[in-house]
């Protein structure tokens, strides 16, 4: 693969090459050096046109581990101020010579329309509610550690599915290795059409006792323009991880979430007191698993083996 733009067309035997370099890259950011000189040469640009925080520094890091070149394109501070295009702007870093394009923007199909007009590898870091593929490779990459395995699991995905990339990447990842996706939420924040994407819809405390992965979404009330839920406090009562559906957990689920985690909305801080809940673990691992991303998408060839 030149690319990796998103789960649902992504190349399965990838997917597992990265799984499993991300276990040697662990590994290598345990060692007291942490760096390998792989990507020396190499150089790779962050377009991050929306905020973040764990994508945007565990990827600039993964690179930085791997001895490549970063550059960071700021669109407050650009020519885009100016009036230059999106298109125009990447013509013009393009001819810098960039090896790697980590783009992170709000419309979905942001990271295809970048693949189609650049020679450098395209990494998608989230566009629009579309797909976040190396937040779902982290969280099967953190999954597989603690459980052993990616197959046979009920994962269920619980909060504002509507909006979120995470468990659209979630859902076709964990199809693709044999696990059962679960998805719980407010009607009007969980479209029906992702049942014929394989996708179970289901009532959150029948669930809970049933699962073996628990992901908690954020409500992204930045992408909200109308109501889509009566209040945050009743939203809390329906579909947030309250102390007393902790209590429903078995001790042996893992809670994840993505981050960032609206406390005492989605999930109430107490989670955090369970030592099945991996949300740092989480961000831990993306380092590892993004730095085997960067590796499979470009290092040379003779490398690669
Ligand atoms: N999970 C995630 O994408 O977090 P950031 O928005 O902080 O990058």
Same mark, same amino acid.
């Given at each position: 693969?030149?690319?990796?733009?998103?789960?649902? @067309?992504?190349? +399965?035997?990838?997917?597992?090459?990265?799984?499993?370099? #991300?276990?040697?890259?662990?590994?290598?950011?345990?060692?007291?050096?942490?760096?390998?000189?792989?990507?020396?040469?190499?150089?790779?640009?962050?377009?991050?046109?929306?905020?973040?925080?764990? @994508?945007?520094?565990?990827?600039?890091?993964?690179?930085?581990?791997?001895?490549? *070149? @970063?550059?960071?394109?700021?669109?407050?501070?650009?020519?885009?101020?100016?009036?230059?295009?999106?298109?125009?702007?990447?013509?013009?870093?393009?001819?810098?010579?960039?090896?790697?394009?980590? /783009?992170?923007?709000?419309?979905?199909?942001?990271?295809?329309?970048?693949?189609?007009?650049?020679? !450098?590898?395209? /990494?998608? #870091?989230? *566009?629009?509610?579309?797909?976040?593929?190396?937040? #779902?490779?982290? *969280? !099967?990459?953190?999954?597989? &550690? &603690?459980?052993?395995?990616?197959?046979?699991?009920?994962?269920?995905?619980?909060?504002? /599915?509507?909006?979120?990339?995470?468990?659209?990447?979630?859902?076709?990842?964990?199809?693709?290795?044999?696990?059962?996706?679960?998805?719980?939420?407010?009607?009007?924040?969980?479209?029906?059409?992702?049942?014929?994407?394989?996708?179970?819809?289901?009532?959150?405390?029948? #669930?809970?006792?049933?699962?073996?992965?628990?992901?908690?979404? +954020?409500?992204?009330?930045?992408?909200?323009?109308?109501?889509?839920?009566?209040?945050?406090?009743?939203?809390?009562?329906?579909?947030?991880?309250?102390?007393? +559906?902790?209590?429903?957990?078995?001790?042996?689920?893992?809670?994840?979430?993505?981050?960032?985690?609206?406390?005492?909305?989605?999930?109430?801080?107490?989670?955090?007191?369970?030592?099945?809940?991996? /949300?740092?673990?989480?961000?831990?691992?993306?380092?590892?698993?993004?730095?085997?991303?960067?590796?499979?998408?470009?290092?040379?060839?003779?490398?690669?083996?």
């Amino acid at each position: 693969m030149r690319h990796l733009l998103d789960i649902e @067309t992504a190349d +399965r035997g990838f997917l597992d090459r990265v799984l499993e370099s #991300a276990e040697v890259f662990l590994k290598v950011l345990e060692q007291p050096s942490r760096k390998l000189p792989t990507l020396r040469g190499k150089t790779v640009l962050f377009m991050f046109m929306e905020p973040s925080t764990r @994508t945007q520094a565990s990827f600039e890091m993964a690179a930085k581990r791997l001895s490549a *070149d @970063t550059l960071n394109f700021s669109p407050a501070k650009s020519s885009m101020k100016k009036g230059e295009t999106f298109l125009d702007t990447l013509y013009n870093l393009q001819a810098m010579e960039v090896d790697g394009i980590v /783009i992170r923007h709000s419309a979905p199909g942001a990271a295809h329309f970048v693949a189609r007009h650049t020679k !450098a590898s395209v /990494i998608n #870091a989230g *566009d629009g509610s579309h797909e976040h593929p190396t937040q #779902a490779l982290l *969280d !099967a990459f953190t999954v597989k &550690r &603690r459980l052993g395995t990616l197959s046979g699991l009920k994962v269920l995905i619980v909060g504002d /599915i509507l909006h979120s990339r995470v468990a659209r990447s979630n859902l076709f990842l964990w199809r693709m290795y044999g696990s059962e996706v679960l998805f719980s939420g407010p009607p009007t924040l969980l479209p029906r059409e992702f049942e014929e994407l394989g996708a179970k819809v289901v009532e959150l405390d029948d #669930a809970l006792p049933e699962a073996d992965v628990v992901m908690v979404l +954020r409500l992204q009330r930045e992408r909200m323009e109308g109501s889509f839920v009566p209040s945050v406090r009743e939203y809390r009562r329906f579909w947030g991880m309250t102390r007393e +559906r902790l209590k429903a957990l078995r001790e042996d689920t893992l809670l994840m979430h993505p981050g960032p985690v609206n406390w005492g909305v989605e999930m109430d801080w107490e989670a955090q007191e369970r030592p099945n809940t991996v /949300i740092l673990e989480q961000v831990r691992n993306g380092v590892a698993v993004r730095m085997a991303v960067l590796y499979h998408l470009l290092a040379k060839a003779e490398d690669l083996g």
